[in-house]
């Protein structure tokens, strides 16, 4: 069984200062995981994805994610706020090879005061 | 080119009435998920579609949900006899699986029922 545990429902930052989302996952065996970002009335966009070729995963819009096995984390970090950062953001976890069986989180909303 | 699109983007029915939500994958996608987004409750797997089978159905809630898919395209949810529990927004996403474990799922901007 897998699952993923989001552990912001949410989070408020001013802009410019840094953003931390945190997320742990529950797998038996080497997950595949992903960050989704929605926007209002957006659909989901891939943030970034943890393909084992590195810990350390840079994905778009100056976002990273370390995958931290230890502690079975997959935290979400940005340097640097930015005022359409806000949105809300998914951790997802996958199990399978061409299919996957998906486990979102329940997401975390970000708040970025000006 | 074209993304996910899904169709109507905004559906009002009343309680017992049936309702059809069509998707339109990437072509070339033969993945093809539905997930329903409650508020607070996140994204809930439905149902997953390769080409036109659905090898997993785990996830659709009652009798009353059923997808099909023809053509390894087009891909349609049908909610029957619907509750006020049915409203949310219902996203579908495809994929292509040759990405193996690491395939993006590109989702449709949604469409949100609301059960009066």
């Known amino acids: 069984a897998q699952s993923v545990t989001q552990l912001d429902s949410h989070v408020s930052v001013s802009e410019g200062t840094p953003v931390l989302l945190r997320c742990n996952y529950s797998?038996?065996?080497?997950?595949?995981l992903f960050w989704y970002v929605q926007h209002p009335n957006k659909g989901l966009q891939l943030l970034l994805k943890?393909?084992?070729?590195?810990?350390l995963v840079k994905g778009i819009n100056g976002f990273e994610a370390e995958f931290k096995k230890s502690e079975t984390s997959f935290h979400l970090t940005k340097p640097s706020a930015h005022m359409s950062d806000a949105a809300e953001y998914f951790c997802?976890?996958?199990?399978?090879?061409?299919?996957?069986?998906?486990?979102f989180g329940i997401g975390t909303k970000l708040q970025v005061i000006p | 080119g074209a993304g996910v699109s899904q169709s109507p983007s905004n559906k009002v029915t009343e309680k017992g009435k049936d309702v059809e939500l069509r998707c339109d994958p990437i072509?070339?996608?033969?993945?093809l998920y539905w997930y329903r987004q409650s508020l607070g409750q996140g994204l809930e797997f439905l149902i997953y579609?390769?080409?036109?089978?659905?090898?997993?159905k785990s996830g659709l809630p009652s009798d009353r949900f059923s997808a099909e898919r023809t053509g390894g395209s087009v891909s349609t949810l049908t909610i029957q006899r619907t509750q006020q529990e049915d409203s949310a927004v219902y996203l579908c996403?495809?994929?292509?699986?040759?990405?193996?474990?690491?395939?993006?799922?590109?989702f449709g901007p949604g469409t949100r029922l609301t059960v009066l």
């Open positions: 996403a495809s994929s292509d699986p040759r990405g193996g474990a690491y395939n993006e799922q590109f």
């Open positions: 797998s038996s065996y080497s997950p595949s």
């Open positions: 943890y393909t084992s070729a590195a810990t």
């Open positions: 997802v976890v996958t199990k399978g090879w061409g299919y996957q069986k998906v486990t």
């Open positions: 072509s070339g996608h033969t993945a």
């Open positions: 579609f390769q080409g036109n089978s659905a090898p997993d």
